[in-house]
């Protein structure tokens, strides 16, 4: 990192620190045209340092800066765990907004750090709290991080993720994205038996995200072959043409 490029993160620094609210607000709209003329180690650094501010900035603008680094993730390997600790102790302020920000960036986390526990452990405290910010964030970061490392993410949240999918209206957007989740391989029978019956046994309630429902289960019974059978004839109950998913099977 350069001479000049350090300078200007440490002059936003300072005004993420001492500044008012506006100049705090200024410094952070300055952060993407200096991300732009940074190499991608230099911008993994910034992501770093700016987490240290999470709890004196409480702006949307520092999440989309996040955002903004995403793509240069792979250097964030390095700094993984120090950024877990330190965006726990935002987490650990109680504050749902701070809560929010910080589940969205551990989803990006993710990204560039497999199996990071403690960040899989707060999105499974969040995904069974009742508020919605906090929970809404919990499951977008619980859909980044089952890609990384489903196995480690579904043995954590699936309990809280059926219980919140049950409980959510109709109307939620998250129910599908919750199902989204679940259908990806944890590595456990048992587990993915219990998801599907779970789920299973909210055809009947769901009647605006039906076809993302059957697709889950689909995929489910597609890996355990004891689930073919139960999962022909839950379909058929319940009116679905099963003959593309019997061929699936054959």
């Known amino acids: 990192m350069g001479d000049s490029t350090f300078d200007e993160i440490f002059e936003i620094e300072r005004k993420l620190r001492t500044g008012t609210p506006d100049i705090q607000a200024v410094a952070l709209a300055s952060i993407p045209l200096l991300m732009s003329n940074c190499a991608p180690l230099s911008v993994s650094n910034l992501f770093f340092r700016l987490t240290s501010h999470f709890l004196t900035v409480r702006d949307p603008a520092i999440v989309q800066t996040f955002r903004l680094c995403a ?3 792979m250097h964030l390997g390095l700094h993984a765990e120090e ?8 987490w650990d302020s109680n504050d749902v907004r701070a809560r929010g920000m910080v589940l969205c ?7 560039g750090c497999t199996g990071v526990a403690e960040a899989v452990w707060r999105v499974q405290q969040s995904m069974g709290r009742e508020g919605e910010e906090e929970y809404e964030a919990a499951v977008m970061a619980a859909q980044k991080m089952v890609q990384v490392d489903p196995q480690r993410v579904l043995s954590a949240v699936a309990d809280n993720a059926l219980a919140l999918y049950c409980r959510l209206g109709q109307y939620s957007f998250l129910r599908p994205k919750i199902l989204q989740v679940l259908s990806f391989p944890s590595g456990d029978c048992n587990l993915e038996k219990t998801i599907f019956y779970t789920l299973a046994a ?3 309630q769901e009647a605006v995200f039906r076809t993302v429902l059957f697709e889950t289960l689909t995929s489910i019974a597609l890996r355990i072959e004891s689930l073919a059978l139960p999962c022909l004839d839950i379909f058929t109950q319940h ?6 998913i019997r061929s699936a099977y054959q």
């Not at 009116?239 to 593309?244: F, K, Q, R």
């Open 83 to 90: 950024m877990v600790r330190r965006l726990g102790v935002v």
């Open 202 to 204: 909210q055809i009947s």
């Open 105 to 111: 960036i551990y989803g990006w986390l993710a990204d």
């Open 71 to 73: 793509p240069y993730s």
């Open 239 to 244: 009116g679905v043409d099963t003959a593309n």
